[in-house]
């Protein structure tokens, strides 16, 4: 009983994963705002063909700095 619980649990694990797993790509974008840097992030998203975008870190310093992974 406890071995097929844990292989449930590894196949449902793995189904669930196996999505974002085919397609991860990172981009970076850079401008003078937030909203600006975000823009051309959903801009590359877009151009990309991904489905939806998770930014993963934002710097300031004399502008904006964002980088962002791509989810097909």
């Not at 797993?21 to 970076?28: E, F, I, P, Q, R």
């Not at 990309?48 to 980088?67: L, P």
Request: with cysteine; proline share 1%; aromatic share 8%.
């Amino acid at each position: 009983m406890k071995t097929i619980r844990t292989i449930s649990i590894a196949a449902i694990t793995a189904l669930l994963l196996a999505p974002f797993a085919s397609y991860a790509a990172s981009v970076s974008a850079r401008g003078s705002t937030l909203d600006a840097a975000e823009a051309i992030i959903a801009s590359k998203a877009k151009e990309a063909g991904a489905q939806c975008y998770k930014i993963t870190s934002a710097r300031f310093n004399n502008g904006v700095y964002m980088t962002a992974e791509l989810y097909k």
